[in-house]
């Protein structure tokens, strides 16, 4: 299929189109208040460096069992104490910081460091017993992050229980038993809590980025608000008035002074129509669209104009569940594509798709009409094309593309807008 490019699009521009976008994103950008929302300090966001060194530091502790080696047993004894010691420790930092990133080998992780400790346990006994501390530490961090809560404190209290187990195969004594008890059963509890806190301050750093977005629009609805209210009265007068005065100089007797008279009002009118359009287009630049408001829009606009619409119920449920500013410049090709439909195509059937393929989440809009021609003309004197210029900017704003040419059939027009699904994904778990 012969598609045209972003760039091709781009080449059949108006400047007064490109002047409105650029514009456009100027007016997107956050206000004071956003600004302060924004740069506001979430508490759990620490540097990595420190996270491992506070969750590091306590592998001290493994000094002991380690120098009993040296007085028992032979090389060999030595050496697989000090294997069995660096392989734990080499495990277990990695353990407690993919549970967020990869939660299925983190549960590998933490199965390691059990298999560990027994091992160390079976073999070199009784002072290798506090290695379960760290295995309940990592089991309360672990399980809390793939299992939640609940079940976590029943994988603290196994782990418990597996202390409690190799205690009495090793014959340890039991105040050192209870003395070890507490820190085994109380630490894993404590981590289960430590991560609970960080899901909690994930939550508060999303929900402190909406109250950011939602205050940025509402800044740009008063804006709006306010210029139409003070530009909006004051310029449609001036059109008013200067029109009245032409059509009163044209019945005056024709003299140079007249005409010359009659130019320069018929600019001033020409002018302040300029200018109210593009305070008016300013103006729906503050508000941003949802792929929901759209394809609302659309139907109607597309069943005024006798046009079949097949839409995708997709359309509606995810809207909102992905970025803002993905999701406005999505709705805003489907407000472009469906203007072309209706204006140009002389279509009779249209269909709408929302399609998440590897990498991408793509619209497309196909129609049934008179195909690329009508929508795109290639004649260089013709303003049809710069609302698709608009639309290419909005999308190299976000990283996406724009493709352009016939439908599946031969016949119709297909316009695919694309966004790159890392931008769609915003709302995820981090």
Not at 227 to 232: E, F, K, Q, R, V
Not at 322 to 334: R, T
Not at 376 to 385: C, F, I, L, N, Y
């Amino acid at each position: 299929m012969a598609t045209r490019s972003t760039d091709a699009v781009q080449n059949e521009a108006g400047r007064n189109e490109a002047g409105r976008n650029e514009a456009g994103q100027d007016w997107a950008e956050p206000g004071m208040l956003t600004s302060v929302l924004g740069d506001r300090h979430v508490p759990g966001a620490g540097s990595s460096r420190w996270r491992y060194f506070f969750s590091g530091v306590w592998l001290a502790y493994l000094i002991q069992p380690v120098s009993d080696l040296f007085h028992h047993g032979g090389a060999v004894w030595i050496a697989g104490g000090i294997i069995i010691t660096i392989a734990f420790c080499a495990i277990y930092l990695p353990t407690l910081f993919l549970c967020e990133s990869r939660p299925r080998l983190a549960l590998y992780g933490l199965g390691t460091l059990a298999a560990l400790a027994t091992v160390a346990c079976l073999v070199y006994g009784k002072n290798w017993t506090p290695l379960w501390i760290y295995v309940s530490a990592a089991g309360g961090f672990v399980l809390t992050s793939a299992f939640g809560s609940r079940r976590a404190s029943f994988g603290v209290f196994a782990i418990t229980g597996c202390y409690l187990l190799f205690c009495r195969i090793t014959h340890l004594d039991l105040g050192t038993t209870l003395a070890v008890l507490l820190p085994v059963l109380l630490i894993g509890l404590a981590m289960m809590g430590f991560r609970t806190q960080i899901s909690l301050m994930h939550e508060l750093d999303q929900a402190r980025g909406t109250v950011a977005r939602l205050a940025a629009n509402e800044e740009r609805l008063r804006l709006a608000r306010d210029m139409h209210d003070l530009t909006g009265q004051s310029l449609s007068m001036i059109t008013l008035k200067s029109e009245l005065a032409v059509k009163r100089l044209g019945k005056l007797p024709s003299s140079a002074e007249r005409d010359a008279v009659l130019t320069e009002v018929s600019d001033i009118g020409r002018v302040s129509r300029q200018t109210l359009h593009d305070i008016r287009e300013a103006v729906s630049g503050y508000r941003r669209p949802t792929l929901a408001i759209e394809v609302i829009t659309a139907r109607n606009a597309l069943e005024a104009a006798g046009v079949a619409l097949d839409d995708d119920p997709e359309l509606t449920l995810r809207s909102g569940t992905f970025d803002p500013d993905a999701e406005a410049v999505l709705a805003w090709c489907l407000r472009e594509a469906v203007t072309n439909v209706v204006r140009h195509s002389r279509a009779r059937h249209c269909r709408i798709r929302l399609t998440e393929r590897t990498g991408e989440l793509s619209l497309e809009v196909t129609d049934d009409g008179r195909g690329i021609a009508s929508q795109v003309p290639d004649t260089a004197d013709t303003r049809q094309g710069s609302g698709l210029h608009g639309v290419s900017e909005r999308l190299s704003a976000v990283g996406g593309s724009l493709s352009l040419g016939p439908a599946e059939a031969g016949r119709g027009f297909r316009l695919i807008a694309t966004v790159p699904a890392q931008a769609a994904a915003h709302n995820g778990t981090p």
